[in-house]
């Protein structure tokens, strides 16, 4: 059974810093990776894709991929209080051979 | 550019009744998905749909079923509803099944009673 697990938090972090979001996947034949940002009422948000081990920038997000390790992180930099929400995690396997798995998500406060 | 849009947003049903939702997506998008949202379950797959197949299906009941027309349009049909099916459901679509990804519709809020 394929699984992704995030820490559901809430992980709280000062305005300004940078937070980290941790994501780990179980079937190792996922090949593309997501992260969607979902405030409170609406539907979720792509903010980052990444395919290939390493990391992707995008403005103030950072996607890191570790396939040997099983384990995709974001980065956000200058955290501002309007990301605050819950942020998923969702990976595809290779061919598109299933659906989006998602982890329950983490909920992240920008304290300001 | 128009988003992804559901239809209806809110329904309330009875028990053993059944219910279809429909999804635009994207235009220039053949790939069509289907979530549940629950908060104790949160996001799960559905089924998955691209050129009028259905290429992909999750773990549910034969009770949720889909299609997709040739303008890439889909809709979802649940029968016979149960109270476990409240949830919010999010259409998805994405320019193809392996290299993008899904931008989702902002999802019809099912309420059985």
């Known amino acids: 059974q394929k699984e992704v697990e995030q820490n559901s938090g809430p992980l709280s972090v000062p305005e300004g810093a940078i937070a980290s979001l941790n994501c780990t996947y179980s079937d190792r034949g996922s090949q593309s990776f997501f992260w969607y940002r979902q405030y409170s009422g609406k539907s979720p948000e792509l903010i980052m894709s990444i395919y290939s081990n390493g990391d992707k920038e995008d403005g103030r997000f950072t996607a890191q991929l570790n396939k040997a390790s099983q384990y995709v992180s974001l980065l956000i930099r200058d955290s501002q209080p309007s990301d605050s929400a819950t942020y998923l995690c969702?990976?595809?396997?290779?061919?598109?051979?299933?659906?989006?798995?998602f982890g329950k998500g983490t909920h992240l406060i920008i304290q300001p | 550019k128009a988003g992804v849009t559901q239809t209806p947003r809110y329904l309330i049903k009875t028990r053993g009744q059944q219910v279809t939702l429909s999804c635009s997506p994207i235009s220039g998008h053949r790939s069509v998905s289907w979530y549940q949202q629950t908060p104790g379950q949160g996001l799960q797959f559905l089924f998955e749909?691209?050129?009028?197949?259905?290429?992909n299906k999750g773990n549910f009941p034969g009770r949720f079923s889909g299609r997709q027309f040739s303008n890439s349009r889909s809709e979802m049909n649940v029968s016979t509803l149960e109270l476990g099916d409240s949830a919010l459901y999010l259409c998805?679509?994405?320019?193809?099944?392996?290299?993008?990804?899904?931008?989702f519709g902002s999802g019809t809020r099912l309420t059985v009673v």
């Open positions: 969702a990976v595809k396997a290779g061919g598109g051979a299933d659906g989006l798995t």
């Open positions: 998805a679509s994405s320019l193809d099944r392996v290299n993008y990804g899904y931008t």
């Open positions: 749909y691209f050129s009028e197949t259905q290429r």
